[in-house]
């Protein structure tokens, strides 16, 4: 039975070596998943890939439905989960192109449907460490193997999206203590802890925060220490499964 599955966010919309073996599209009691459950091997080993904001991509941050991706996960037969997002840097060597394993998360989002519970008794979660630890163990392992220069720690500040940041709402952020900036850490975690799935995240930062460089932030900015960020995630992951 499949028990891995990879979350790909912005950058990552499928997986270059996985060798296909088949697709699967659920429907769930909350409507529909971002994309297909892609099922393959990835360096000898099975996983589950999804994309999060669909493929191509086209699903906003604020409007991504994950509940849909998490009970589809879970009910495939995924015990952990591994996610991938695209990230801004606010601290110290979170520089573009940095990967960076976060050990800590705050929500800023709102809106989003962040429970399964919320029709039934409340059921609360502890969510003191939010991120698996063993799982960050074996990514922050995995890196050292494949010689990729990351952080083992960081909080991840999760922000409502589409649009960018302030600058004085990082500001803000950095004073709360946030290392890293993105949009999709939540609920996405919290619904994995819900249905008792291990979950770690790989944060690629694509950009300096606002207000952390000079100029705008502009997309080709992004798109370029992207692609340098996702081709060492991509060689993370593979020594992760292998």
């Given at each position: 039975?499949?028990?891995?599955?990879?979350?790909?966010?912005?950058?990552?919309?499928?997986?270059?070596?996985?060798?296909?073996?088949?697709?699967?599209?659920?429907?769930?009691?909350?409507?529909?998943?971002?994309?297909?459950?892609?099922?393959?091997?990835?360096?000898?080993?099975?996983?589950?890939?999804?994309?999060?904001?669909?493929?191509?991509?086209?699903?906003?941050?604020h409007?991504?439905?994950?509940?849909?991706n998490?009970?589809?996960?879970?009910?495939?037969?995924?015990?952990?989960?591994v996610?991938?997002?695209a990230?801004?840097?606010?601290?110290?060597?979170?520089?573009?192109?940095?990967?960076?394993?976060?050990?800590?998360?705050?929500?800023?989002?709102?809106?989003?449907?962040?429970?399964f519970?919320?029709?039934?008794?409340?059921?609360?979660?502890?969510?003191?460490y939010?991120?698996?630890?063993?799982?960050?163990?074996r990514?922050?392992?995995?890196?050292?193997?494949?010689?990729?220069?990351?952080?083992?720690?960081?909080?991840?500040?999760?922000?409502?999206?589409?649009?960018?940041?302030?600058?004085a709402?990082?500001?803000?952020?950095?004073?709360?203590?946030?290392?890293?900036?993105?949009?999709?850490?939540?609920?996405?975690a919290?619904?994995?802890?819900?249905?008792?799935?291990?979950?770690?995240?790989?944060?690629?930062?694509?950009?300096?925060?606002?207000?952390?460089?000079?100029?705008?932030?502009?997309?080709?900015?992004?798109?370029?220490?992207?692609?340098?960020?996702?081709?060492?995630?991509?060689?993370?992951?593979?020594?992760?499964?292998g």
């Amino acid at each position: 039975m499949t028990t891995l599955a990879i979350i790909g966010g912005t950058g990552l919309t499928q997986l270059s070596d996985l060798n296909i073996l088949s697709r699967e599209q659920l429907d769930t009691p909350y409507g529909s998943p971002s994309a297909e459950f892609v099922t393959g091997e990835l360096n000898g080993s099975r996983i589950i890939f999804l994309a999060r904001h669909g493929n191509p991509h086209t699903i906003a941050p604020h409007q991504i439905n994950y509940r849909a991706n998490i009970w589809g996960l879970k009910q495939l037969g995924v015990e952990q989960i591994v996610a991938v997002a695209a990230v801004g840097g606010i601290t110290g060597e979170m520089a573009p192109a940095h990967i960076a394993i976060p050990d800590q998360i705050i929500d800023y989002s709102y809106g989003r449907k962040h429970t399964f519970f919320e029709d039934e008794a409340v059921t609360h979660i502890d969510f003191t460490y939010p991120y698996n630890q063993k799982l960050r163990s074996r990514l922050i392992s995995a890196a050292s193997a494949a010689n990729i220069k990351i952080s083992p720690l960081g909080t991840y500040g999760c922000t409502q999206g589409p649009r960018l940041e302030t600058a004085a709402e990082i500001r803000r952020m950095e004073r709360d203590g946030c290392d890293l900036v993105g949009m999709t850490g939540m609920p996405e975690a919290a619904l994995a802890k819900e249905l008792d799935m291990a979950y770690a995240a790989i944060s690629v930062v694509a950009n300096w925060a606002a207000g952390k460089s000079e100029g705008e932030i502009t997309m080709a900015e992004i798109e370029r220490h992207l692609h340098k960020g996702m081709a060492n995630t991509a060689l993370l992951l593979k020594a992760f499964v292998g």
